[in-house]
């Protein structure tokens, strides 16, 4: 199996990303300097959970002051849509679009993020935005309520490469540990099939062992708890690195 990294420099494989979820400029500031003292390999600004996202100008000067404290570590900008386990925000997806295009304009983020349910002409000024500033883009999916059949989330995979993204991700739900292998085995057919990288995980309690193992299947980032969650099922820093670094040595990688 090729092990294809995320896209940005230094990247290791597989990525450990912990999220920032304050509300607050302040509380973000603080936050970083905690999650970044932990060194995983990405962080991820839910931007959704700020306070002030319908100010552009501030969501760039927050972002600026994210990447100051961070110690040199990437970030990654997500909006999550309410409509896949996201926070409810104030503004409308004209002014999300406009919003990321700030973000791309900036160059502040190595990385952003956009569910490619939304309308296909968003998807594609996102990615044409992106591409502009050499911003990379990961195209998403989550489903919050079930796993999808593997057939279907091979088509998510498929789906954002097939819409320009550089980075391809599902996360799913799983009732039973049946479905953690549906997911796993469609990772493993994606990352042997697809040139990009693909990121997948299962969420909640069954979903554990996918953070930890997802990345022997192809999965190039796993998501992990620096200070707060932004979803179910993840783990602190310190376990995933423990079960990534015991999973290597038991594989001989």
């Known amino acids: 199996m090729q092990a294809r990294t995320m896209p940005f420099e ?3 494989f597989p990525v450990i990303c912990a999220p920032l979820v304050a509300r607050t400029k302040a509380a973000l500031v603080e936050e970083t300097r905690i999650v970044a003292a932990k060194k995983p390999g990405l962080l991820e600004w839910r931007v959704d959970f ?5 100010n552009t100008a501030a969501v760039v ?3 600026a002051a994210i990447r100051e404290a961070c110690g040199g570590i990437p970030v990654l900008f997500t909006r ?3 409509n896949e386990g996201g926070e409810p925000i104030a ?3 004209p002014r999300v ?3 990321y295009r ?6 502040l983020a190595a990385l952003v993020d956009y569910e490619m349910s939304n309308a296909a002409a968003d998807v594609s000024q996102v990615r044409d935005m992106s591409a502009m500033h050499g911003v990379k883009l990961v195209l998403s999916f989550h489903d919050f309520m079930k796993t999808p059949g593997a057939p279907f989330i091979a088509s998510r995979f498929a789906l954002a490469q097939q819409l320009g993204a550089d980075v391809a991700k599902v996360a799913v739900m799983p009732r039973n540990m049946g479905d953690v292998l549906v997911l796993l085995g469609a990772t493993l057919q994606a990352n042997e099939s697809l040139p990009i990288p693909v990121v997948s995980m299962a969420m909640g309690g069954f979903g554990a062992l996918t953070r930890v193992c997802g990345w022997t299947f ?3 980032m796993t998501f992990a708890v620096g200070q707060s969650s932004s979803a179910p099922g993840q783990m602190p820093i310190e376990e995933i690195e423990a079960g990534v670094a015991m999973l290597r040595r038991a594989l001989g990688r």
Do not use: N, P, W
């Open 10 to 12: 230094g990247a290791q």
């Open 50 to 54: 700020f306070d002030d996202i319908a």
């Open 61 to 63: 000067d927050t972002l």
């Open 80 to 82: 999550r849509s309410s």
């Open 91 to 93: 503004i409308d997806e």
């Open 97 to 99: 679009l406009v919003m």
């Open 102 to 107: 700030a973000v791309c304009e900036s160059k």
């Open 218 to 220: 192809g999965s190039a």
